[in-house]
């Protein structure tokens, strides 16, 4: 178990890995970069890395490549450099073709106690899935979701509300819940029904909230306007709460907001996506790494039979 166990603190990930393959920025040969991207994944001293695009099966790259894995990328992944085995991993086929297969996958210093993949994918052309992994934090079951979405705004809403569905189903009131991936809700249009169906928080919205600043200016600006008489009533220029994403697409220049975090029952500590020519080079994606702290369940009184419930 991770030393960050016992005080309830871990460090999340979430990273569209593009297959471990890139191409050139001008040009059309392939690089293989999964050896580069094992070394880096490990330097984020993360707790939960929640993988998107991830290989099991790829028999032209494996006759492409030198060096390329001879076992599935999550179980490579999960392997330090010095090839000691730094995680537990998960992994939930998508998308199978003659060559092979790819889906996501769970890297997880946290003992992962069940798991189950589920077909969410809205039309032949297009498979995606979502991986349900249950693991074990400071003693408690924490639930995580490793979702990859369509690219059609229609597959998108029902995909989340298949994840919403399946999430109250099998996901008690009160546990821990983590759902990353990426979302490619690039119009930030999922999560305001995310957040209200399942009482999730996005952990960049919980540390940047949007609009906060110009909520009070506008206060500011009603307060001055009401000392000369305007009436205006603060309430009637409340702004509509939008949650904030970060922007983690394109990797060299991140503009577009795909990629989101959303926990239940952590506090959100930081935040931070990592971009620049070191990621550019790995995938088109940049990560979005939080770090978390698990909080305490709410105590629960206990009464002997008769007794009356206390008020309140």
Known sequence: MSPKA???TLRVATYN?????????????????IQDLRARLHELEADLILLQ????????????????????????????????????SAYGRNASYLHGHHGNALLSKFPILRQENRDVSDHAMEKR????????????????????????ARSRIRQTQAVIDWARKVVPADAPMIIGGDFNDWRNRLSGELTRSLGLTEVFDAHNPAMKRTQKLLYFMTDRLNEIGAGIDPQQL??????????????????????????????????????GPKWARLSDHSPLVADLRLTRPAARTTRTPGQPA???
């Open 310 to 312: 206390l008020p309140g």
């Open 53 to 88: 695009e991830v290989q099991g099966q790829h028999d032209r790259h494996a006759a492409r490549f030198e060096h390329w894995p001879d076992e599935p990328q999550d179980t490579f992944l999960a392997k330090s450099p010095s090839l000691k085995r730094a995680f537990e």
């Open 238 to 275: 409340r702004l509509p709460r939008r949650v904030r994403a970060a922007r983690t697409f394109p990797a060299l220049i991140p503009w577009l907001r795909m990629d989101r975090i959303y926990t239940r029952g952590f506090e959100v500590q930081q935040v931070q996506v990592l971009g």
């Open 6 to 8: 016992a005080d309830r």
């Open 129 to 152: 899935g979502v991986l349900h992994c249950v693991i074990q934090v400071a003693g408690r079951e924490v639930h995580v979701f490793v979702v990859h979405f369509g690219l059609f």
């Open 17 to 33: 890995i593009h297959k471990g393959v890139l191409r050139e920025l001008f040009g059309l040969r392939h690089i293989n970069r």
